[in-house]
């Protein structure tokens, strides 16, 4: 009777989806899709499952190697590895660095495993395993980024299984899964500044603004940008140092690029002069996605607009002004009557 020596492991890649405090339906927690910030640090795990077999088809290999070839998009960095683990049943272990050996260079990461059934104590393949990866990475300036619903391949990141497939040479044979993808998004907020109105030529130049997440608009709620000398726009910055403020350029516009779904605050920092200070702004970009969709909504598009300050406010025909004036002159009028009556009666005497 003819015995397979042949399995065949599966792996899937989930990211890592912070919760926004929304209430649309967004990935919270693992799955195959994400919204993050640019330079924003966020986590992709990746699993690989080795069935169990009950005719011991793993006895057959003097060694059973599995690697991750893992590929990231351009818009996605990879910042370091966090953890490799091993899990038998309900046993699971870290697996030692000297067992494995990790290789990158943007966009392709792959950690390779040389003897998977060398990794753990007490490890009995035959009862299935599953192999955990995880790292952290996060967006770059070169990420797409969303500004209407639609779908995007863009920011597309996989992994793929290789696996020793033949007990004889198992690097010789090597058996490859299906990918598993995922996807990570982010979203771009475009702010126009006018004067009086939004009329086309009453674009205002010159006025500062900084974003925050909460509407105290407090120091500790302010989210960082830096101006990208690419293009203009605001980029969120996680460094140490205070970051940029945003100007309205000679178009009105002052755009943030790369942001994560959730409500922000715009307060206006530095008015023009001769105009008054505008109200914070509130800002809801809201965001359903899958590994091959989103669906946005909000207002990813503001107009702001500032009101010239100072002047003369005068009455309007019938306003209390008018009232005021006729009172006045009618006051005025009787007592130059009374005095010309009182003269005419003296000089009588």
């Not at 912070?18 to 339906?25: T, Y």
């Not at 899709?33 to 057959?60: C, G, M, R």
């Not at 009105?252 to 002069?273: I, S």
């Amino acid at each position: 009777q003819i015995t397979p020596k042949v399995v065949k492991p599966t792996v899937e890649k989930k990211v890592y989806d912070n919760d926004d405090n929304s209430s649309w339906g967004d990935n919270d927690g693992w799955g195959s899709s994400a919204d993050h910030a640019i330079n924003e640090e966020f986590k992709f795990k990746l699993t690989a499952t080795l069935p169990a077999s009950n005719v011991h088809v793993y006895d057959y290999y003097d060694k059973y190697t599995v690697i991750f070839n893992d590929t990231l998009s351009e818009g996605i960095t990879f910042d370091r590895l966090d953890t490799v683990e091993i899990t038998n049943g309900t046993t699971s272990q870290v697996i030692d660095s000297n067992k494995y050996t990790l290789y990158e260079k943007q966009p392709y990461l792959t950690l390779g495993i040389d003897d998977v059934k060398t990794c753990a104590s007490g490890l009995n393949l035959n009862d299935g395993a599953t192999i955990t990866v995880t790292y952290t990475a996060h967006l770059n300036d070169k990420a797409f980024v969303n500004t209407t619903s639609g779908s995007s391949i863009e920011n597309k990141n996989s992994v793929q299984l290789q696996y020793s497939n033949n007990p004889k040479d198992s690097e010789a044979y090597w058996g490859f899964t299906p990918e598993s993808e995922v996807r990570v998004y982010t979203y771009q907020l475009n702010n126009t500044k006018y004067r009086d109105d939004d009329t086309p030529g009453n674009e205002l130049a010159g006025a500062g603004f900084r974003l925050y997440s909460g509407k105290d608009c407090t120091k500790e709620q302010e989210i960082k940008l830096k101006k990208n000398t690419t293009d203009g726009t605001y980029s969120p910055y996680f460094g140490t140092d205070a970051g940029d403020e945003m100007f309205s350029d000679e178009h009105g516009q002052f755009n943030v690029k790369g942001l994560d779904a959730g409500t922000y605050y715009l307060r206006e920092t530095k008015t023009p002069d001769d105009y008054n200070a505008c109200a914070d702004k509130e800002i809801v970009i809201s965001a359903t996605h899958d590994v091959n969709h989103v669906s946005l909504s909000g207002n990813l598009s503001t107009t702001i607009i500032n009101k010239k300050a100072g002047g003369i406010t005068l009455p309007s025909t019938g306003g209390i002004g008018t009232t005021l004036f006729y009172v006045v002159g009618g006051g005025l009028m009787v007592a130059a009557i009374v005095l010309l009556v009182t003269k005419k009666r003296m000089e009588n005497k």
